[in-house]
């Protein structure tokens, strides 16, 4: 892989070494958050369910209302800047933002119509092997966040500052719970085992879609594991067999400490172990990278 100072990102269209890239001060995603956002995987070169990430892209474009028509041709700029940047091999992400573009600071949108900014860079990842194999610890955070949560938004705040209280705390995610039931991590979605049953919050405007949580739930059908879609409670972690958190940058990893209790027996339970193997079966068969 090459170094920082060399990796080429795209911006509008152009490929451009990262350090060189500019962008006006009068974009609106630098002013407001006016944009959105999505992270694709890449195993080996291979990009992990790229459509699915950009289909969703290309509804949250549609739910800003930001004028971009374009999505489809971003799978190109992502294999492109895989090859560009010697990632073709080990584990990498595609980070891809749309912005509705740079006009005047006014809390409207722009009168006449301005090109979306678009930017895209890829980034190498180091697996956190340790965390998949032994699990993790969460803590538990008030849900402040806006309504529009199944948005991405780049308008992160709360998610940093929940996630920075993580850190400080020896975690490695903050969950958000509002009016007593869980809704999601701060970059994951959060499931639990209840007697052998996979449950998951349902999908609303209180929780982002996720790409690796519609995955897993086929995986739950697969692997013939009980589903249940409901709330899961803040009084009712306790009782959980196993908790796990799922997304794309944390695959499936078990939790095994909430706060400071222990999940179950404090380690990672079978049916997450389960679900883990049948989800790297399904990587290893990924043929996206063409």
Known sequence: ??????????????YIPKEKLRISPDDRGFLFA????????????????VEAHLKRLERNVRELRIPYADIDSLKMVAERLIRENDLTSGQATIYL???????????RFPVEEVPATVYACANLLQPHDDELQKGTKVIL??????????????SLLPNVLAHQQAVEKGATEAIFVRDGAITEGTHSNFCGIFQGQFMTAPKSNYILPGITREIVLGLCHQLDIPIKESPILKNQLRKADELLIVGTTVEITPVVQGDDWLVGNGKPGPVTQRLQKAFY??????KAFS
């Not at 892989?1 to 152009?14: C, E, I, Q, T």
């Not at 933002?97 to 006014?106: E, K, M």
């Open 1 to 14: 892989m090459k170094g920082d100072a060399k990796m080429f990102a795209f911006l509008n269209g152009d």
């Open 34 to 49: 006016d944009g959105v956002y999505e992270v694709i995987r890449s195993y080996n070169g291979g990009l992990f369910q």
């Open 141 to 154: 955070v008030p849900d402040i966040r806006w309504s529009r949560c199944d948005i991405k938004s780049i």
């Open 97 to 107: 933002q749309i912005t509705r573009g740079s006009a005047p600071r006014l809390h």
């Open 281 to 286: 079966q399904l990587v290893k068969r990924n």
